[in-house]
């Protein structure tokens, strides 16, 4: 039996085939998951053609996380078809081009708004407009990224946006926690998708990956996924408000052992 089996749930945030969600999506439709996916109006007919290779036909529906109207829609139309939804994944980033280029100092008050609401607020407020139909509990997953701890090149205001996505996902475990609903993310490490090439010298951290990160390589989305999966099964029923590192070890690494000698 798969560690998802009879299980619904909901996957914000596939653009495309090399979307971290969309892996997601596969591994929990392996693990036995039913899927409903949601994505803006500018990707319907990508991700229209990719829920088809899915094995149990999901159900797709349009949404903007800016436009509250559209989130209570989404909710409206998985009621018409499922009378329960067991987790939620919240894939969903964005700044503008140029916020993630130069200095974080340069950051314009309405990129930084943006910014936070779309990669963010988006969250709670996704999970929120979720709470009615989880009615036996769950799981709720989101990806974030070490730029909200450390200063990463270009990373810039996403840094901040992944920060305040952390501290939203501990605030929610904690409102969430007597529903039986847990809250986690995944931090990933680098991965080759449409929103990673927005970001100014992106191949410079993949390289990085692969001389100072423990296991000397970069990952796989697949690997993302994997993790993703574990934590919405009930394997993982005692873990709440937590940060996940996926990223071949990068975050723990202090001075290299060549430096040391
Ligand atoms: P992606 O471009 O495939 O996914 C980002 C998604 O956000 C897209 O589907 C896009 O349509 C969606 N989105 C943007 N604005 C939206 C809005 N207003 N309403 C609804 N959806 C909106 O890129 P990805 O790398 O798969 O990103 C998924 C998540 O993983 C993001 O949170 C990203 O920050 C995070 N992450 C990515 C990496 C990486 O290296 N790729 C590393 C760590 C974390």
Not at 54 to 75: E, H, K
Not at 143 to 149: A, I, K, P, R
Request: proline letters at 3%.
């Amino acid at each position: 039996m798969g560690a998802l089996e009879g299980k619904v749930g909901i996957i914000y945030g596939i653009a495309n085939h090399r979307s971290i969600a969309w892996a997601i999506a596969q591994a929990a439709d392996a693990a036995g998951a039913q899927l409903v996916l949601t994505c803006i109006e500018r990707m319907e007919r990508d991700v229209r053609r990719l829920a088809a290779q899915l094995s149990r036909p999901p159900l797709v529906v349009l949404c903007d996380v800016q436009d509250d109207a559209q989130i209570a829609a989404v909710y409206e139309d998985v009621r018409k078809h499922h009378e329960r939804l067991d987790f939620v994944v919240h894939a969903i980033a964005f700044a503008n081009r140029e916020d993630l280029a130069g200095r974080f100092i340069d950051t314009p008050r309405e990129g930084f708004r943006q910014s936070l609401e779309v990669s963010a607020y988006s969250l709670t407020a996704v999970t929120r407009a979720a709470l009615p139909l989880m009615t036996a509990g769950g799981s709720v997953v989101t990806l974030t990224y070490l730029g909200s701890e450390r200063a990463m090149p270009h990373y810039n205001v996403m840094g901040v946006a992944k920060a305040a996505l952390e501290a939203s996902v501990r605030y929610l475990a904690a409102d969430l926690g007597p529903s039986r609903i847990r809250v986690n993310a995944v931090s990933a490490g680098p991965v080759q998708t449409l929103s990673a090439r927005g970001i100014a010298g992106f191949s410079g951290m993949l390289d990085a990956m692969n001389e100072r990160a423990a296991l000397k390589r970069n990952i796989e989305a697949s690997e993302v996924a994997q993790a993703a999966v574990f934590l919405l099964s009930d394997g993982a029923s005692g873990i709440t408000g937590q940060t996940l590192y996926v990223d071949a070890g990068f975050n723990i690494m202090g001075i290299e052992q060549s430096v040391a000698g």
